[in-house]
């Protein structure tokens, strides 16, 4: 009997200590549930790091061009006219100093044009990187775009300074900006006296601030040329981003080149188009 008395006695003295614990634990729930908010420890979100899917916009967008910042994109813009996306995007990861993901590259060949052409679809991997503060967020400056059966479709680009906006630049040795690509709708010259815009109404058109003047290229390569009229408005170019001497931009089926002597946009199929300087506008092509 004074076996089981103890017995008894020592369960109960574990009983009485586990209601103890169990209720010092609920009392430690209840206070750290009422407790104010700025009491308790925070931790910044890592989903709360953006990107700029729509890699050939101006940063951060233009009225007629909007591109906000997202979190996890599932599409990757490279020509605003859709002709050439990353879709279905799949990320592994997101929120650390860099993140992956994979998608497929859908390309058209903008033959008879860019919205009836053939698209070709390939595996594509994309991974951003280099998160920083820009206009207010926390953004992934960087992304590298790897397509294996396109190579030379790859890209390297940070976010870069063009005039009062800011784009994709290509990262290279030399970390400069001549002889790359860009993909933007508008863009003005470095001397700030030639403006061109791509893609409206499927031609693309130039103009210069002085003297007035102003060209447009058509579809099939022909050119329209007004002198002494249209010429640019100067007041609304410092939005634009520049196109630095030795770059090209490609766009809705346009290729433009940015030199010194001025400013040559060909119709990619026909490879007929023009050069515009402050001298006049020429014929090129054949």
């Not at 890699?55 to 813009?77: A, D, E, H, Q, Y």
Request: with cysteine; proline share 7%; charged share 15%.
């Amino acid at each position: 009997m004074g076996r089981l008395d103890n017995q008894a006695s020592a369960a109960g003295g574990v009983s009485g200590r586990l209601q103890l614990v169990l209720g010092l634990g609920a009392i430690a729930l209840l206070v750290s549930a009422t407790a104010p908010a700025a009491a308790r420890p925070h931790a910044a979100s890592v989903a709360e790091i953006y990107f700029y899917a729509n890699v050939g916009n101006p940063m951060p967008g233009t009225k007629f061009n909007p591109n906000p910042p997202r979190i996890r994109p599932t599409t990757l813009i490279e020509h605003e006219d859709g002709s050439w996306l990353i879709v279905n995007l799949k990320w592994s990861s997101w929120g650390g100093s860099s993140a992956r993901a994979t998608g497929i590259s859908s390309a058209s060949n903008c033959n008879p044009n860019c919205a009836d052409g053939t698209r070709t679809s390939d595996p594509a991997t994309l991974v951003v990187s280099k998160p920083k503060r820009f206009l207010g967020r926390t953004v992934y400056s960087c992304f590298r775009l790897t397509i294996p059966a396109a190579p030379k479709a790859n890209q390297h680009e940070c976010i870069g300074r063009s005039g009062s906006l800011y784009i994709y630049q290509p990262v290279n040795k030399a970390n400069s900006s001549a002889g790359t690509t860009v993909h933007l709708y508008s863009f003005v010259s470095p001397s700030r006296n030639i403006v061109c815009n791509l893609g409206d109404e499927e031609n693309a058109w130039c103009a210069t601030v002085k003297p007035p003047r102003s060209v447009l290229l058509h579809p099939n390569g022909s050119i329209s040329v007004r002198n002494g009229r249209e010429g640019a408005d100067s007041s609304g170019l410092a939005t634009v981003p520049v196109l630095a001497y030795g770059q090209q931009d490609v766009y809705a089926g346009y290729r433009c080149r940015s030199a010194q002597v001025g400013v040559t946009c060909t119709n990619i199929k026909s490879r007929r188009g023009f050069l515009i300087s402050r001298s006049g506008v020429k014929r090129v092509g054949p």
